[in-house]
């Protein structure tokens, strides 16, 4: 018998740095650092293992789900990986298969919705050292020339940069040709570079430093595979959008979590924000006001102007460095906003973020996100923020999410999953989610699709390896939070029907 209460409470207790599956782009970079006295020899010859066995039959390296960014750019960092490391013929064999996806799908990049963290800086940097290493590739790191040059005036000043900056989690765009004492300013007292295997990967190729190297060594042991994730750690992050999840399905947040607890993360909300790590130290928008959401809803007064720190002139932002605001940000700090009455100018605010989030909705049905390849995730998120809403917001929230509910009602694959390519467990538990809550709190619907949804859901739990939704520097998976999302949907689903899915217990 599945029991769900327990089921989160066991999720919770075995939260620690943040889960993340290993990805191809930062294994690569691990699998170039050289011995220190054989340039052409692995330090780490689990990375390069780890690639060999996780190429696709197309050639090409990256997420389960083809989003073409993300397959060029794991597809080039492995490729400089062989080139620099692999020996053997079936080395070779590799190489000459990723070439030809490259040849056939490099241009396809802008075909995707949203380009990856910091893509503007690597890609063409990836380039450069595939054309120095002999690789035969299209001439095609223009692509993004006039994006590099436009985030390179964003970012102030040079090296060193400091641990605050963004910048820092993608320092491998500066190439080979960098000043490493001036570089080696930039790292944390954890031994990384911006909480990055690949950038701390990086560093190591350049200069032997025995913080990199422990701090990789914590970072590849996270997991037994030889990967590495793509984030580590990333504790603050993991354990606020799990717990987001649980408050969604109405689970008691004091009884998952002691107060101890919420006193840490109290702790880590700083005067500038919060940051998705203690060892990260840039704050996010983002991660500060489902922060700010959560602190609320078990009692805790906070400083509304924390989230002024990213108020923008038309929207709210992430970071205070970007180039592309993001829906989902938007969509988060309105949410907490609910939970603020004394934020400054509150009615302005929220009014702000409504008007850019219809300016952003995609025929009136969807949004896109620059942290999430799916819409139902940004959209479910922007359906659940939009319920409850204050009372002189109420109608034209009512009208901005018709929409989506609709879309979401009619886009159910046959077999009652939802998803953007494929039906997945992580887009099926929001869509349920964002219905429930619509159902219960807005206007009914035939609970059908709800029934088809959850079953698909319950048959497909136990699933523990998930597609590669999440945007970083390439596509990545957060276990746990995909986990609770999953967790929350059945829950939802058990606490408004009595006639239970499968053999679920009901909490």
């Not at 692995?42 to 060999?52: D, G, N, S």
């Amino acid at each position: 018998m599945l029991n769900l209460k327990q089921e989160a409470l066991d999720l919770i207790a075995d939260l620690k740095y943040g889960t993340i599956q290993p990805t191809a782009y930062d294994t690569a970079w691990m699998a170039s650092v050289p011995l220190e006295d054989s340039p052409h020899r692995p330090r780490y010859p689990q990375a390069l293992e780890w690639l060999t066995r996780h190429q696709h039959p197309d050639g090409s390296w990256g997420g389960e789900i083809e989003y073409f960014s993300d397959r060029v750019i794991c597809t080039l960092a492995a490729l400089l990986a062989f080139a620099r490391m692999g020996k053997r013929q079936e080395d070779r064999e590799r190489m000459e298969a990723g070439i030809k996806y490259l040849w056939k799908n490099l241009r396809r990049v802008k075909e995707d919705p949203s380009e990856l963290v910091g893509a503007e800086l690597i890609l063409p940097s990836l380039f450069c050292k595939a054309g120095e290493l002999g690789i035969n590739l299209p001439n095609d790191a223009y692509l993004f020339e006039d994006e590099r040059e436009e985030k390179l005036r964003l970012i102030p000043g040079g090296l060193p940069y400091p641990r605050t900056h963004t910048v820092v989690h993608s320092l491998e765009f500066l190439g080979d040709s960098v000043d490493v004492g001036l570089l080696k300013k930039s790292q944390s007292p954890n031994g990384s570079f911006g909480n990055s295997p690949a950038a701390t990967a990086y560093f190591l190729s350049l200069a032997d430093d025995p913080l990199a190297t422990d701090y990789l060594r914590r970072a590849q042991s996270s997991e037994s595979s030889g990967g590495v994730p793509t984030l580590y750690p990333w504790e603050n992050f993991e354990h606020l959008w799990v717990l987001y999840n649980f408050h969604k399905a109405g689970l008691s947040l004091a009884e998952i979590m002691d107060d101890i607890g919420w006193q840490g993360l109290l702790y880590q909300m700083g005067e500038g924000g919060m940051t998705m790590s203690r060892t990260f130290y840039a704050p996010d928008g983002d991660i500060t006001a489902v922060a700010i959401r959560l602190l609320s809803a078990v009692g805790y007064q906070l400083d509304p102007k924390v989230l002024t720190n990213f108020e923008m002139d038309e929207h709210f932002a992430a970071f205070v460095i970007e180039r592309h605001a993001s829906n989902s940000v938007n969509i988060h700090v309105l949410d907490a906003l609910k939970s603020l009455p004394h934020y400054p100018n509150r009615h302005q605010a929220m009014g702000k973020i409504l008007d850019f989030l219809e300016a952003n909705q995609v025929d009136k049905m969807y949004w896109f996100d620059k942290w999430h390849i799916s819409p139902y995730y940004t959209t479910t998120q922007a359906i659940m923020a939009a319920i409850g809403l204050p009372e002189e917001w109420a109608k034209r929230a009512k009208t901005m999410i018709k929409g989506p509910v609709d879309w979401l009602l009619n886009t159910q694959n046959p077999d009652g999953s939802w998803g953007y390519k494929v039906g997945t467990v992580e887009e099926t538990s929001y869509a349920i989610q964002a219905l429930l809550l619509y159902r219960s709190r807005v206007s009914s619907f035939s609970p059908e699709v709800l029934r088809r949804g959850a079953n698909w859901l319950y048959e497909n739990y136990s699933q523990m390896e998930y597609p590669e939704l999440w945007i970083g520097k390439c596509l990545y998976a957060p276990v746990n939070i995909i986990r609770s999302a999953a967790i929350s949907a059945l829950a939802l689903y058990n606490a408004n029907f009595a006639r239970r899915v499968g053999d679920i217990r009901m909490i």
